[in-house]
């Protein structure tokens, strides 16, 4: 269930295991949060660490084959440099091979930076390519209770989404809006981050033909309007300028809301797996998360029964 980055990955690598696979979904393509990523390979906003890193790794080995076979996927790897108040390495950087610590001024302003190369994906495009490989066609509907779902197993991942179905109160939706600007003077071959502030965020991340501005993370109600506003995306730009950085015309804002948890919900209850949770990174999770899945298939009992296990 679901169509986003996580339920599409998951089904691709549950057809190539062999399962018959049936997506269902209440939105597909822009109708999703995972349209309005911006969208790179970076463990933001995700927990817990150990899983994260684990389910990173793994997820950047695979986009980077699928950069190198499939230019068609929208999926390039660029060199990164994120923002670092100091040289002690970051949480995440078991997950990132290449890492290394730049002893020289951040562009963003900050006396030190990471640098590591990344997958960054084009959501546009990145979407279809992954529905494109399912056998069957993506059903739309809304569901309103796992128990009815047919199917052996049902994978349950509907983001947001699954806090109705599920009734987990620990999933919450944090804003985050993006400025899609022409590339003006930005290089497309760099992309820059800076999260030393979590109410200022910037990151400037160039796709093949324009740039990603953000951003801010905000626990927002889902009731929540998500109409970028026009004074967040002015004061996005202005951070950027005031850096010395100067992007082109801005196209269009997109908003959405990350489906953040505590920890990301991968876990098996009787016939329901859940895969949900993957707060601002789960483009960053999504084939390592899978991969998972696959593994709590083969354990799947027979009889259904409502025992759950943590892997
Ligand atoms: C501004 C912004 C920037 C971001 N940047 C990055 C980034 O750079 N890198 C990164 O890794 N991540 C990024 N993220 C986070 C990323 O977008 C999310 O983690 C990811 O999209 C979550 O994917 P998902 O498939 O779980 O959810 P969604 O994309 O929301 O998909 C959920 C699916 O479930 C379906 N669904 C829900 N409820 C039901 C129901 N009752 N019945 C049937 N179907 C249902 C929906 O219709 C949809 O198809 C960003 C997010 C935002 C908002």
């Known amino acids: ?24 979904a209440a939105a597909r393509g822009e109708g ?8 790179l390979w970076y463990p933001f906003q995700a927990n817990p660490p150990d899983r994260v890193n684990a389910w990173s790794r793994s997820s950047l080995d695979e986009l980077t084959r699928i950069a190198r076979e499939h230019p068609e996927a929208g999926v390039d790897v660029l060199t990164c440099r994120e923002a670092a108040v100091d040289p002690a390495l970051p949480w995440w950087a078991p997950s990132a091979p290449d890492l290394s610590l730049e002893p020289t001024p951040h562009p963003l302003g900050a006396p030190y930076s990471f640098r590591f190369t990344a997958p960054r994906i084009e959501p546009a495009l990145y979407l279809p390519w992954l529905d494109a490989q399912l056998a069957s066609p993506v059903r739309v509907e809304r569901v309103v209770s796992l128990d009815a779902v047919e199917g052996d197993v049902v994978v349950n991942c509907t983001g947001l989404g699954a806090r109705a179905l599920t009734g987990d109160a620990e999933l919450v939706g944090v804003y985050g809006q993006v400025a899609i600007t022409e590339p003006g003077d930005i290089s497309l071959d760099v992309a ?17 033909r324009e740039i990603v501005i953000g951003g801010c993370a905000v626990p927002s109600p889902d009731d929540r309007p998500l109409t970028p506003d026009p004074e967040r995306t002015d004061a996005m730009l202005q951070r950027v300028r005031a850096a010395g950085l100067n992007p ?6 997109r908003a959405g809301l990350r489906p953040y948890r505590s920890a ?7 016939r ?4 949900y949770g993957h707060g ?9 998360c899978a991969a998972e899945v696959s593994e709590l298939m083969r354990a799947a009992p027979r009889d259904g029964g409502g025992a759950t296990h943590r892997t």
């Open 248 to 253: 082109g015309n801005l196209l269009r804002s």
């Open 264 to 270: 990301v919900r991968l876990e098996r209850e009787g």
């Open 32 to 39: 999703t949060t995972s349209a309005v990523a911006a969208a």
């Open 272 to 275: 329901v797996i859940h895969n």
């Open 280 to 288: 601002g990174a789960g483009y960053t999770l999504a084939w390592g």
């Open 1 to 24: 269930m679901g169509a986003g980055v996580i339920g599409l990955t998951t089904a691709v690598v549950l057809q190539r295991a062999g399962h018959h696979v049936q997506v269902i």
């Open 192 to 208: 820059l981050g800076d999260e030393r502030n979590e109410s200022a965020l910037v990151y400037i991340i160039p796709r093949r």
